[in-house]
């Protein structure tokens, strides 16, 4: 058991020691707290609930789509109009983030959606992964994995990596992408969701190549060592943690700050592939 983690453990190693993202690392652009960012549509929301109508209600409803939160189908997502599955939706997604859970969004709401995040759902289906289909929200006590818990065979665990898609021997596949680039969840320019990555066997890693990227802890960027070390994390089978954010499996990172692998991403890891 133990050396299988270690494989694994080391493959992650090995994408930071010699640390492949510093070659993509931007000079840094002087800090500016105004920069646009893709969550900005939030900001005319503050205290929409329920049988209002205001513009960027529509865009919240795609939003919490992606994350998980509603499904897609339910609703007409194209209108501004603040209706019962959206409510339904606040609610859940303040479950997840233990605020108040009012189905308002209130100031606490927006501060938390406001922020950089994975764009990885942070519930699924259990039955349709990529459909990103609505399952209330259980906390279990741990670590999750994604529904059914997909992890790499004990014969594809010695995993390459390349920052060239296309090669048939890397098993993770590393990109910069920007906007709609034919999957799940388009990017959304600055700001908002950083990089989405996929359950196991994929392999597939995508960085929003709009975001000023840097490595380190420098005030007002993202660190992408931080953001490339929770995005292997969901490679290796591992989702979200909502409810603490000193975990890598947190979706949410701040400007300013390095991340590593804390106790309840270890248990996972090592749960997964004992
Ligand atoms: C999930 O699968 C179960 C049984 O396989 C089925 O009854 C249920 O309708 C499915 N739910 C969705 C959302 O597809
Ligand atoms: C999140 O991590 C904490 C430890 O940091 C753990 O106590 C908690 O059970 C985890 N929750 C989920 C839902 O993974
Ligand atoms: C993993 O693959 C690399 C590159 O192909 C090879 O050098 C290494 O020996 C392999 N390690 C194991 C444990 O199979
Ligand atoms: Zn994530
Ligand atoms: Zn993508």
Redesign the pocket.
């Known amino acids: 058991m133990e050396p299988k983690f270690l494989q694994l453990l080391s493959c992650i190693l090995l994408l930071l020691l010699p640390n492949p993202f510093s070659l993509f690392t931007h000079a840094a652009d002087p800090p500016d707290a105004q920069k646009p960012s893709a969550m900005d549509f939030l900001q005319t929301l503050i205290g929409a609930r329920k049988g209002t109508t205001s513009k960027g209600i529509s865009q919240l409803k795609k939003y919490l789509s992606h994350l998980g939160y509603m499904n897609r189908d339910d609703d007409d997502q194209t209108n501004d109009f603040f209706d019962d599955n959206l409510e339904l939706a606040v609610k859940r997604y303040q479950t997840s983030f233990k605020l108040e859970v009012n189905g308002i969004m209130d100031a606490n709401t927006i501060a938390k959606m406001s922020r950089a995040r994975c764009g990885v759902p942070d519930h699924y289906?259990?039955?349709?992964s990529h459909e990103l289909?609505l399952h209330i929200p259980a906390f279990s006590s741990h670590y999750t994995f994604f529904p059914g818990e997909p992890k790499w065979p004990a014969t594809k665990r010695n995993l390459t990596y390349s920052f060239k898609p296309g090669s048939r021997t890397h098993r993770i596949k590393i990109s910069f992408e920007v906007g709609d680039h034919g999957d799940v969840q388009p990017f959304d320019g600055p700001g908002g969701i950083l990089a989405h990555a996929f359950p196991p066997t994929d392999g597939r890693l995508h960085f929003d190549g709009d975001e000023a990227w840097v490595d380190g802890a420098v005030a007002c960027k993202i660190d992408m060592q931080t953001v490339g070390l929770h995005e292997l994390g969901h490679i290796l089978g591992l989702e979200h943690n909502t409810t603490h954010e000193i975990n890598i499996m947190s979706p949410y990172i701040n400007p300013g700050q390095r991340k590593s692998l804390a106790q309840d991403d270890i248990d996972g890891i090592r749960a997964l592939y004992r």
């Open positions: 289906s259990h039955n349709r289909y």
